[in-house]
Structure formats: structure tokens, C-alpha cells
């Protein structure tokens, strides 16, 4: 990003920008980092907040699986939200787990890879902040549950929202985050049809 020609007497402590010397103390790495085109700091902000799904997906369903028996549950809302340990063996909300066991390993195995490659396709040709963190959320998401599915042959569930005898399925915190991206996706998508062409 800096380009630049060695003074003599260049100590390793220093940088050199715009023909001055600057310490290279804290202050101006983060300087360094607010002035870094957007375009390389975006993957680092799509990171953060995948790091941050991820942490918080694993830390919960570790939680669940080791203080809580397979079926257990307790309300934490009554007539309205549970918590219920369950071990999902199909897809997102229980997608395809009545399908044979081959059909489920091959579908949640490769497909995730291919939307993982899919979200860096897209994360490449933004420069939207929000759009990012969407993409961000999303693959924290795909992530956690991924690592469920290698490590357990199974994915954690835990949260049941219901009313009355209608229940919606049991779900994660990866579940959630991926549905919260693909909703800013989608919004970010028909805005920007809406928004017209800039004119020249």
C-alpha cells in the first residue's frame, strides 16, 4: 500500500510517507488501517463479524450440550419460547431430515463449500458496508453449523419459539444470523434496483 525509498540512518521503528518520517507507534498503525482502501478492509470487517457468529453459535450450543440431556427443555417464556435440546440430523430448521442418510451427507457437506465460495464471489465485487455484514453473518452461520456436521454428524438446536400447539422449528443462534443476512441481502437487493442509474 506504501511505497517508498529508505532513508539513510532508517530505523526499523519508522516509516516513511510523503518524503516525512512518522513513528510507527499504535496511533499510526490505526491510522494506516482508516486510510487502507475500503476494498482490503472489508474482508477484514466480513472476518470480524463472522468470528463474532461463530464464537457466540459455538459458545451457546456448548453450553446446551453439556448442561442439558438430548430432549430436555424449560421455558423461558411460557406458552411462547423454550429452550429444548435437540440433535438435528437434516438442514437448517430440519430441512431433508427424513432423507436418506447418503442424500444428507453429500448435500450438507459439498453444498455448504459451494455457498461459502459463492459469499467470497459476492463479498469481491461489494464495497457495501452493510452488504458485508450481511455476507459476514452469514458465513459465521454456514461456519458454525459446518463444524457441527464434520465434528458430530449432527447440529445442535436449542431455540423453540411456538404459540399454542404451532410450533416454528427448533433452530441456533447460526440459523438466525444466516436468516438476518440473507433478509439484508435481499432489502439491499430491490433498494438497489429502485436506486436509478447515475447520470453522467
Same mark, same amino acid.
Given at each position: 500500500?506504501?511505497?517508498?525509498?529508505?532513508?539513510?540512518?532508517?530505523?526499523?521503528?519508522?516509516?516513511?510517507?510523503?518524503?516525512?518520517?512518522?513513528?510507527?507507534?499504535?496511533?499510526?498503525?490505526?491510522?494506516?488501517?482508516?486510510?487502507?482502501?475500503?476494498?482490503?478492509?472489508?474482508?477484514?470487517?466480513?472476518?470480524?463479524?463472522?468470528?463474532?457468529?461463530?464464537?457466540?453459535?459455538?459458545?451457546?450450543?456448548?453450553?446446551?450440550?453439556?448442561?442439558?440431556?438430548?430432549?430436555?427443555?424449560?421455558?423461558?417464556?411460557?406458552?411462547?419460547?423454550?429452550?429444548?435440546?435437540?440433535?438435528?440430523?437434516?438442514?437448517?430448521?430440519?430441512?431433508?431430515?427424513?432423507?436418506?442418510?447418503?442424500?444428507?451427507?453429500?448435500?450438507?457437506?459439498?453444498?455448504?463449500?459451494?455457498?461459502?465460495?459463492?459469499?467470497?464471489?459476492?463479498?469481491?465485487?461489494?464495497?457495501?458496508?452493510?452488504?458485508?455484514?450481511?455476507?459476514?453473518?452469514? &458465513?459465521?452461520?454456514?461456519?458454525?453449523?459446518?463444524?457441527?456436521?464434520?465434528?458430530?454428524?449432527?447440529?445442535?438446536?436449542?431455540?423453540?419459539?411456538?404459540?399454542?400447539?404451532?410450533?416454528?422449528?427448533?433452530?441456533?443462534?447460526?440459523?438466525? &444470523?444466516?436468516?438476518?443476512?440473507?433478509?439484508?441481502?435481499?432489502?439491499?437487493?430491490?433498494?438497489?434496483?429502485?436506486?436509478?442509474?447515475?447520470?453522467?
Amino acid at each position: 500500500i506504501f511505497s517508498y525509498e529508505e532513508p539513510e540512518n532508517f530505523k526499523p521503528d519508522q516509516y516513511r510517507t510523503g518524503g516525512i518520517k512518522v513513528p510507527l507507534t499504535d496511533k499510526t498503525l490505526c491510522l494506516m488501517t482508516r486510510d487502507m482502501p475500503y476494498k482490503y478492509l472489508k474482508y477484514l470487517q466480513a472476518l470480524c463479524f463472522s468470528g463474532f457468529v461463530l464464537a457466540l453459535d459455538q459458545a451457546t450450543k456448548l453450553y446446551i450440550h453439556t448442561s442439558m440431556k438430548v430432549g430436555e427443555n424449560f421455558p423461558v417464556i411460557p406458552h411462547f419460547f423454550d429452550i429444548q435440546y435437540v440433535r438435528n440430523q437434516g438442514g437448517a430448521f430440519g430441512l431433508f431430515s427424513d432423507s436418506h442418510e447418503y442424500i444428507r451427507w453429500v448435500l450438507f457437506l459439498v453444498f455448504p463449500v459451494f455457498c461459502m465460495g459463492l459469499i467470497f464471489s459476492i463479498l469481491r465485487d461489494t464495497t457495501n458496508k452493510l452488504q458485508v455484514t450481511a455476507l459476514g453473518f452469514i &458465513f459465521g452461520g454456514a461456519i458454525g453449523n459446518y463444524i457441527d456436521r464434520v465434528r458430530l454428524g449432527y447440529v445442535i438446536d436449542f431455540i423453540d419459539w411456538y404459540v399454542k400447539d404451532f410450533h416454528w422449528p427448533i433452530f441456533n443462534i447460526a440459523d438466525s &444470523f444466516i436468516v438476518v443476512g440473507v433478509f439484508i441481502l435481499i432489502v439491499f437487493y430491490f433498494l438497489e434496483r429502485k436506486t436509478p442509474p447515475a447520470t453522467k
